[in-house]
């Protein structure tokens, strides 16, 4: 197991420090014990495949479920103790579509304004500014149900921004996406880590998202079996490219699965 | 997709501790449901229609039917003999806030199947504070059906003094409240929106049919014992009763006693059971991702 955490960089507090968690559904554990830091202003890639514990880390960061074994702080608050001051910095696009499809563009982005308590003038600032940002200008008053995957995907991180958070997480932010909606999407999270200094967290199983000069934490069926700059996490296992070490962390899985399996 | 430069998207990289939120910034919370509530509401015709019509036709069919079979002595708050039109308006409002608590807990339902309940789940609001306002924004559109439906009774000669129709409106909030507040602990209980016809099976129809909303108690205990003390078991039969008082400018305390008590109750169990440490949505594994 790699350790080489994005956390803490002298006295700066981490973006995200997940310290110790473990989550089970009733006999089914889906974490076990994963600790890792996500510092401001860097991009760390969630690498696991489908059913690696991508999502219900997830749920437990933006405190859908409550976190029983071990801690989840963002930017120092604690998310179980006080969750009103973790949530107030962070930034959420879920894997699934989160849009009212039956309200416009604004609509859906006003509501979320209301429920972080922004008023009205600076909501249609915020929400003008913002839609120019994922280039969906004169589609405001659109249906979201009229809008492509793409459009729908944008009009989401556009609404995760709406209160200016300092910590993103995307869970999946790209699936069912083409190709150049997919660099678009990713390319402006980028820009937001370098221009903007937000941490991000980009949960993904797509390989090719993930950049020499990332950080990534890898989950295999709930354990957290590598963490730490690219560089190092391709080094520590042996392979010649993050592609290659990904894969040979992944195999384990397939390895563990045939060694149960009759 | 653009990646241009977006000036002040975002405070500091480490963010000063920012001040708690104020009264205002709570009102703008529930407006902001509430407003969406309502164009909810208004987006869906269907929903605005069937929800008239279904009480109408109750009034319209149903009542003129039974109204040579069924007679209704002279009981409070009535001081003379009384159509059964008149009789059955207070049960029909408390259909239409029934129908409507429970259309909230499908919504709710739906709105977790389709990953809208989320987006509200992670405002940094407290939780107690988001599903109160949610279910103030549910009975907001529920009492706005219920004057819909008493203009058009009124229209049909079934009227109530002038001004029950305003003794009426706190007892329709309370009501209400309960009912929602029922509704929202019940779509804590239901993992998908299949499973919702059950509610229908199990809570609406019993719960209607078993109430005063139709047919007098005193006539209830006659035909069976049995029925009767389920109808006195039944919240719903106190949020009709305190409609009915209400009409005429008279408290049922009893009633009224209930129906603040089972909302407490109801919502006290919501609260619960939407906790992420305490409730019931953390133990089912139904985050819609696949990771």
């Known amino acids: 197991m790699q350790h080489a955490g994005t956390g803490k960089r002298g006295d700066e507090v981490a973006a995200l420090d997940v310290a110790g968690v473990s989550h089970s559904y009733g006999p089914k554990r889906a974490l076990n014990d994963v600790s890792f830091s996500v510092a401001p202003a860097t991009f760390t890639a969630l690498l696991g495949l489908n059913g690696a514990g991508k999502t219900t880390l997830f749920s437990l960061i933006s405190h859908l479920y409550d976190t029983r074994r071990g801690s989840i702080r963002i930017f120092g608050h604690d998310v179980s103790r006080a969750s009103g001051e973790a949530l107030r910095r962070v930034g959420i696009v879920f894997q699934a579509r989160t849009l009212d499809l039956d309200l416009s563009v604004y609509q859906n982005l006003s509501y979320h304004a209301s429920l972080h308590g922004i008023g009205g003038h600076e909501t249609r600032q915020r929400i003008a500014a913002l839609i120019e940002t994922v280039d969906m200008q004169g589609r405001q008053h659109d249906k979201a149900r009229s809008l492509s995957g793409g459009q729908m995907r944008r009009i989401e991180i556009a609404r995760a921004l709406l209160h200016r958070p300092s910590l993103l997480l995307l869970d999946e932010a790209t699936v069912g996406l083409d190709i150049q909606s997919r660099a678009g999407i990713l390319a402006t999270i980028r820009k937001l880590v370098e221009t903007e200094g937000i941490g991000v967290l980009w949960a993904t199983h797509l390989i090719d998202e993930v950049d020499d000069g990332d950080h990534v934490v890898v989950l295999r069926q709930g354990d957290l079996v590598a963490k730490g700059k690219v560089a190092d996490v391709v080094k520590a296992s042996g392979a010649g490219s993050i592609r290659d070490a990904f894969s040979r962390l992944s195999r384990s899985e397939a390895a563990g699965i045939a060694e149960i399996s009759p | ?291």
């Open chain 2, 1 to 291: 997709m653009s990646a241009s430069a977006m000036p002040e998207q975002v405070a500091a990289v480490t963010p000063a501790k920012s001040s708690a939120f104020g009264l205002r910034h709570y009102l703008i919370c529930l407006k902001g449901i509430v407003v969406r509530e309502c164009l909810r509401f208004l987006h869906q015709r269907e929903r605005f229609i069937s929800s008239l019509v279904r009480p109408l036709v109750w009034l319209f069919i149903f009542a003129a039917g039974f109204r040579q079979v069924l007679g209704v002595s002279i009981i409070p708050p009535y001081k003379t003999y009384v159509l059964y039109e008149v009789y059955i308006t207070p049960g029909l409002c408390g259909m239409i806030l029934l129908f409507s608590g429970m259309q909230s807990s499908l919504s709710m339902v739906y709105d977790r199947e389709m990953g809208n309940m989320r987006i509200l789940l992670v405002s940094p609001f407290p939780r107690w504070y988001l599903l109160l306002s949610k279910m103030l924004a549910g009975v907001f559109v529920s009492i706005a059906q219920v004057y819909a439906f008493l203009i058009v009774a009124w229209f049909w000669g079934v009227k109530a003094p002038p001004l029950g129709y305003l003794f009426v409106l706190p007892a329709l909030f309370l009501s209400g409240m309960m009912l929602c507040a029922l509704g929202m602990l019940l779509s804590s209980m239901i993992k998908q929106l299949e499973n919702f016809a059950g509610i229908m099976n199990f809570v609406i129809f019993p719960g209607y049919f078993a109430s005063p909303a139709l047919y007098p108690l005193w006539r209830i205990q006659e035909a069976s014992p049995l029925l009767y003390k389920l109808c006195l078991a039944n919240p719903f039969t106190y949020a009709v009763e305190l409609i009915r008082f209400a009409f005429y400018g008279q408290v049922d305390w009893v009633s009224l006693g209930v129906v603040a008590g089972c909302t407490l109750l109801f919502l006290g169990g919501a609260i619960i059971a939407y906790d992420p440490s305490r409730g019931l949505i953390t133990r089912k594994q139904g985050t819609g991702g696949n990771g």
